[in-house]
T-cell receptor
Framework: GESVGLHLPTLSVQEGDNSIINCAYS??????FIWYKQESGKGPQFIID?????DKRQGQRVTVLLNKTVKHLSLQIAATQPGDSAVYFC??????????FGAGTTVTVRA | DAGVIQSPRHEVTEMGQEVTLRCKPI?????LFWYRQTMMRGLELLIY????????DSGMPEDRFSAKMPNASFSTLKIQPSEPRDSAVYFC????????????FGPGTRLTVT
């Protein structure tokens, strides 16, 4: 079946380095993608979104890249900080109300 | 601005008891979602309301689960009777619609059924 999935379940990164979190999707009809951050004991928090008519979108220390050719989405975090340690989910929207979530990548920042 | 509010934050109950989870969406949002999160199954959509009307309840596990939204600022998810396999974190989320599908999540209710 069609699904949103993540390439790597865990990512360990040195504080100050850049992080790249990847996500693959299989439904070419998806037109909206979102990255969420979930810290321990909290709900998923909206980070950044991108529509399918864009290739790149930048926020504060974060950049989302969308490659529709290979159905790949990535989240780049610049100068990773200890507070960036969390589980990161990508989610896709197929022009309706539903969000389909990936399994999540656990990011651990090493001091 | 207040985000999505959920109560209680933690609930421990015995099998067979009734459990009621509560949610207050962000003011002005017309869509409300209930999710369940477990390690094994990740985030699962249970039910979706639009303008207080249940639109999609296909994710509700079984008849023991029910949800209501009596007005735009309040929703409940009830489990009766509860079972140990219902133990999970339950999230409520809301969105404004209007072409912006991003959802904003509450802090969740951690339910433990013994």
């Amino acid at each position: 079946g069609e699904s949103v999935g993540l390439h790597l379940p865990t990512l360990s990164v040195q504080e100050g380095d850049n992080s790249i979190i990847n996500c693959a999707y299989s439904n070419s009809a998806s037109d909206y993608f979102i990255w969420y951050k979930q810290e321990s004991g909290k709900g998923p928090q909206f980070i950044i979104d991108i529509r399918s008519n864009m290739d790149k979108r930048q926020g504060q220390r974060v950049t989302v890249l969308l490659n529709k050719t290979v159905k790949h989405l990535s989240l780049q975090i610049a100068a990773t900080q200890p507070g960036d340690s969390a589980v990161y989910f990508c989610a896709e929207n197929r022009n309706d109300y539903k969000l389909s979530f990936g399994a999540g990548t656990t990011v651990t920042v090493r001091a | 601005d207040a985000g999505v509010i959920q109560s209680p934050r933690h609930e421990v109950t015995e099998m067979g008891q009734e459990v009621t989870l509560r949610c207050k969406p962000i003011s002005g949002h017309n869509s409300l979602f209930w999710y369940r999160q477990t390690m094994m199954r990740g985030l699962e959509l249970l039910i979706y309301f639009n303008n207080n009307v249940p639109i999609d309840d296909s994710g509700m596990p079984e008849d023991r689960f029910s949800a209501k939204m009596p007005n735009a600022s309040f929703s409940t998810l009830k489990i009766q009777p509860s079972e140990p396999r219902d133990s999970a974190v339950y999230f409520c989320a809301s969105s404004s619609g209007g072409g912006r599908p991003e959802q904003y999540f509450g802090p969740g209710t951690r339910l433990t059924v013994t």
